[in-house]
């Protein structure tokens, strides 16, 4: 079951690399395209792609890339770079290492929600993730999931929908001080 739940989340996390690439608006974030025009996952995109390197790495660290589209439909809160480079030090340089690769994966599908929601359809409350833990969605100042806001919104890919933040969403039951001392 597991595996299936990681699959579902490098598929989705891959297709938002796929989408943010040749779409720049003036002020740097990239623009939703059309859902026909996602298609499928192009991992020379996800690879040229700055803001979502750091993820793009994730995903092939985890070995989640081997699995680039699943039925979905799913909605995905994707971290930027600047997430990433936001976790505590040396977290991520450790979550990149090979013998951790479960441990990431665990976090990556702790992104990834079941179904298709469009900013639109967001409603505040308690949401299970594939990775099996809630996160908590709050409307009151915008959006905010857990302690990220969402930063862009309603990308577009041919299995779901995603969602930009602007931090790294670590499931509870991850002791990061307790994974950093290992």
């Given at each position: 079951?597991?595996?299936?739940?990681?699959?579902?989340?490098?598929?989705?996390?891959?297709?938002?690399?796929?989408?943010?690439?040749?779409?720049?608006?003036?002020?740097?974030?990239?623009?939703?395209?059309?859902?026909?025009?996602?298609?499928?996952?192009?991992?020379?995109?996800?690879?040229?792609?700055?803001?979502?390197?750091?993820?793009?790495?994730?995903?092939?660290?985890?070995?989640?890339?081997?699995?680039?589209?699943?039925?979905?439909?799913?909605?995905?809160?994707?971290?930027?770079?600047?997430?990433?480079?936001?976790?505590?030090?040396?977290?991520?340089?450790?979550?990149?290492?090979?013998?951790?690769?479960?441990?990431?994966?665990?976090?990556?599908?702790?992104?990834?929600?079941?179904?298709?929601?469009?900013?639109?359809?967001?409603?505040?409350?308690?949401?299970?993730?594939?990775?099996?833990?809630?996160?908590?969605?709050?409307?009151?100042?915008?959006?905010?999931?857990?302690?990220?806001?969402?930063?862009?919104?309603?990308?577009?890919?041919t299995n779901g929908?995603?969602?930009?933040?602007?931090?790294v969403l670590l499931?509870?039951?991850i002791d990061v001080?307790?994974?950093?001392?290992?």
């Amino acid at each position: 079951m597991k595996k299936k739940i990681a699959a579902m989340a490098a598929a989705s996390l891959m297709l938002l690399a796929a989408c943010g690439s040749d779409d720049k608006a003036s002020n740097g974030e990239f623009t939703p395209k059309d859902a026909a025009d996602a298609g499928t996952i192009f991992v020379e995109v996800a690879s040229s792609n700055e803001q979502f390197g750091t993820l793009f790495a994730a995903v092939a660290v985890a070995e989640l890339g081997e699995t680039l589209a699943s039925e979905g439909p799913f909605t995905l809160f994707a971290p930027t770079k600047a997430a990433f480079d936001a976790l505590p030090e040396g977290l991520l340089t450790k979550l990149l290492l090979p013998a951790n690769k479960a441990v990431l994966a665990e976090i990556l599908s702790y992104h990834v929600v079941a179904g298709k929601v469009m900013a639109a359809d967001v409603q505040a409350g308690d949401v299970a993730t594939v990775q099996g833990e809630n996160i908590t969605i709050d409307t009151t100042d915008g959006v905010k999931i857990n302690n990220a806001n969402v930063t862009g919104t309603d990308f577009p890919a041919t299995n779901g929908v995603i969602h930009m933040i602007d931090a790294v969403l670590l499931p509870p039951s991850i002791d990061v001080a307790a994974f950093l001392a290992s």
